[in-house]
C-alpha cells in the first residue's frame, strides 16, 4: 500500500502594516530576522511553499496596492504543521515584537484556506480570501486557526 498525497494543502497569508519605511533604523531587527526565519520554515516538516521575489522575501511583494503594507504567504502541509512553525524559535521572537514594527489594526489580517495540492496562490487570490473573512467572518472559504475548517471532503 502507497502513501497517497493529500489532495489539499494549507495556505496562509498574513499582512502587516509598517510603522516606519523597511530600510529604517526603527526595522532593522525585524529585516535582519527575515533570512533567518525564512531559512527555518524552508526546512521545517509540513513546510510546502512560500511567497519570494528576487529579494528572497516578499517584502517588496505589493499588496491591496499600498506601499505600507507586506505580505507573507505560504502552504503548508496542515494547520499543524503551521502553528509547530510560527510557536518556536526565531519567529516566536518575531512574533512576539509584531507591535513594535506594525501598527495595530482592527480588520483581519491573517487568513487560512485550503487549496489543491500543487497550487500555488497568487497575491489576487490571498486578498479575495482576506476580505471575504472581513466581510463573513471565518468560513471554509477563508478561516483562521482560532475557527478553522476541515479540507473539502
Known amino acids: 500500500m502507497t502513501n497517497q498525497p493529500k489532495p489539499y494543502e494549507l495556505a496562509q497569508v498574513n499582512i502587516a502594516r509598517l510603522k ?3 530600510d529604517s533604523t526603527e526595522l532593522k531587527d525585524f529585516v535582519d ?3 533567518p526565519v525564512n531559512a527555518v520554515a524552508d ?3 509540513g513546510f510546502v511553499w512560500r511567497l519570494k521575489s528576487e529579494s528572497g522575501n516578499a517584502t517588496d511583494v505589493p499588496v491591496f496596492g ?3 503594507l507586506i505580505v507573507n504567504m505560504s502552504v503548508w502541509r496542515d494547520t499543524h504543521a503551521l502553528t509547530a ?3 518556536q524559535g526565531q519567529h516566536r521572537e518575531l512574533l512576539s515584537r509584531r507591535h513594535e514594527w506594525f501598527e495595530r489594526v482592527q480588520e483581519a ?3 487560512l484556506w485550503w487549496v489543491d495540492s500543487g497550487h500555488r496562490p497568487t497575491v489576487a487570490e ?3 480570501r482576506l476580505l471575504h473573512l472581513r466581510e463573513h467572518g471565518p468560513t471554509p472559504e477563508a478561516f483562521t486557526l482560532r475557527q ?3 479540507p473539502p471532503a
Open 109 to 111: 489580517m491573517t487568513t
Open 20 to 22: 516606519f519605511p523597511l
Open 33 to 35: 530576522g527575515l533570512d
Open 85 to 87: 512553525f510560527m510557536y
Open 126 to 128: 490571498a486578498e479575495k
Open 66 to 68: 499600498d506601499e505600507w
Open 43 to 45: 526546512a521545517a516538516d
Open 148 to 150: 478553522s475548517f476541515p
